[in-house]
């Protein structure tokens, strides 16, 4: 289990608790759990599925490989010889820079002010091309669990026109998933958790990142996320009053 302090509505300090059995009474007031084991009603929290993709690390290299479907193979061999390198990054403000790039293309959201509070339990990787870091991963850590959790991915190549550009970074993506599970398969992990997974949904775009993450194999997990009420009600309020 994990806990993460940050600041929630109007700076008011809050908790993140993640991979936590049960959600405690007590923590309603300020406490977020995240991919909780719990799948009961709790008092004072809202409960809400979550599904993700979970990889067994605990078993060999090969049958980690034996687990990818045919285009993820041929593309992680196809990116060791396009000559791409994957290694560790160091500076989390780089990866805000690069990652909020990334969002700005997709029109997604920029990192909130709060990820600097996860630095303690943070692991960056990036796969690099020409010289040139072209996709990020960021990895919460729980070193007590032996689970690693991608918290955000990001690739330049949506700012890039050159379909060949394009390729590459898809096919870097591939080789960076494959390259940190076999560094935290080494480090004594046993769970990498691919971040989520939208389990039952007609979107496409969603479909597509499902059917990415189903191409490494591993099992489909529910756990439960309880968002505490007092943190619902505050949220209804602001839409209700929002101009």
Known sequence: MLQIKISGFGGIPC????FASRPKI??????????????VPVIGYRRELFFTKIIDLNSTTADLEAGFDQKTAYEIRRAVKDGIAT????DLKYFEKFYNLFAQSKQLPQL??????YEANIVITKAIYNQEDIVMHAYLTDAALKRTRLLYSASLFRTE?????RAIAGRANRL????????????????YDLGGYAQGTNDESLLKINQFKDSFGGNLKQETDYYPV???IISAINKIFKV
């Open 230 to 232: 007092t943190a619902v």
């Open 161 to 165: 026109t050159d379909t060949q550009i």
């Open 15 to 18: 908790k993140i608790i993640w």
């Open 112 to 117: 909130s002010r709060n990820f600097i509070n």
């Open 26 to 39: 007590w923590d309603c007031i300020n406490g977020y759990y995240k991919q909780s084991t719990c799948s």
């Open 87 to 90: 290694e560790q990054e160091t």
């Open 176 to 191: 960076l998933h494959y390259k940190d599970m076999c560094y935290f398969k080494n480090l004594g992990f046993g769970t």
